[in-house]
C-alpha cells in the first residue's frame, strides 16, 4: 500500500536549521508531488511548498521563501524538507503528503515528525 | 492568499444524528474546468490528517458513504448522514485552487 514513512522528532537552538525526510514506497516515486505541511500548536494546518518528484521543481508559500528548501532523491525514493533560521516559532509537527488520489490532493499523509526549537 | 473560514468552531453531536460543516473561501474556487478545488480532511485523535472528500464532492477511497460533501464557488458543506463515535477529530477544509494551499481553523466533532 501507498506509505509514508518521517524520519524521527528533531530538537534545535534558534538559529539552526533541520532537514526532515519522507521515504515513500507503494507506488510510483516519480509519477506524484510531494507537499509538506506543517501544525504548530494550537494553530490550523500551514502549507509550506511542494516538489514535482518528476522534475524537481518546486514551489513555495511566500511564507516560508527563502528559508525552505525541498529536495528529493529517486534513487532512494525519500522527499527532503529542510528550514533554516529557526525560530521558537517554528516549533511544529511538520507532515510530507503526496497527490495519489487527485493531482492537488494531499493523500495520504506521513505519520508527522515534531520539530522543537528551543534554547 | 485565499482565507478559509469554516464553522461552527465546535460541534457536539449525537450518536446515530446528523452534523454538518461549512466553510467558506474568499474567492471562487471554482476552476475553469468545472471543478471546484476544495478538499476535506479529518485529523481523528494521535493520527495524521486523512483526506475524506476531493473537488469538493469526490469521496476518497475507503471513506464511508455517510459522508458527503457538497457546494460551489465560495460556500460548501460537509454532511456526516449519521455521526458515529468513530468520527471524533477534526475536521478541515482546504483550498488547492492556488497556491499557497490554505486551510480552514478547523471543527472540533465530539459525542455528545
Known amino acids: 500500500q501507498v506509505q509514508l514513512v518521517q524520519s524521527g522528532a528533531e530538537v534545535r537552538k534558534p538559529g539552526a536549521s533541520v532537514k526532515v525526510s519522507c521515504k515513500a514506497s507503494g507506488y510510483s516515486f516519480m509519477s506524484y508531488a510531494m507537499h509538506w505541511v506543517r501544525q504548530a500548536p494550537g494553530q490550523r494546518l500551514e502549507w509550506m511548498g511542494w516538489?514535482?518528484?518528476?522534475?524537481?521543481?518546486?514551489r513555495y508559500s511566500q511564507k516560508f521563501q527563502g528559508r525552505v528548501t525541498i529536495t528529493r532523491d529517486p534513487s532512494a525514493s525519500t522527499v527532503y524538507m529542510e528550514l533554516s533560521s529557526l525560530t521558537s516559532e517554528d516549533t511544529a509537527v511538520y507532515y510530507c503528503?503526496?497527490?495519489?488520489?487527485?493531482?492537488?490532493?494531499?493523500?495520504?499523509w506521513g505519520q508527522g515528525t515534531l520539530v522543537t526549537v528551543s534554547s | 492568499d485565499i482565507v478559509m473560514t469554516q464553522s461552527p468552531f465546535s460541534l457536539p453531536v449525537t450518536p446515530g444524528e446528523p452534523a454538518s460543516i461549512s466553510c467558506r473561501s474568499s474567492q471562487s474556487l471554482l476552476h475553469t474546468n468545472g471543478d471546484n478545488y476544495l478538499d476535506w480532511y479529518v485529523q481523528k485523535p494521535g493520527q495524521s490528517p486523512q483526506l475524506l472528500i476531493y473537488l469538493g464532492s469526490d469521496r476518497a477511497s475507503g471513506v464511508p458513504d455517510r459522508f458527503s460533501g457538497s457546494g460551489s464557488g465560495t460556500d460548501f458543506t460537509l454532511k456526516i448522514s449519521r455521526v458515529e463515535a468513530e468520527d471524533v477529530g477534526i475536521y478541515y477544509c482546504m483550498q488547492a485552487l492556488q497556491p499557497p494551499w490554505t486551510f480552514g481553523e478547523g471543527t472540533k466533532v465530539e459525542i455528545k
Open positions: 503528503a503526496t497527490t495519489f488520489t487527485a493531482i492537488f490532493s494531499l493523500d495520504p
Open positions: 516538489i514535482n518528484a518528476a522534475n524537481d521543481n518546486t
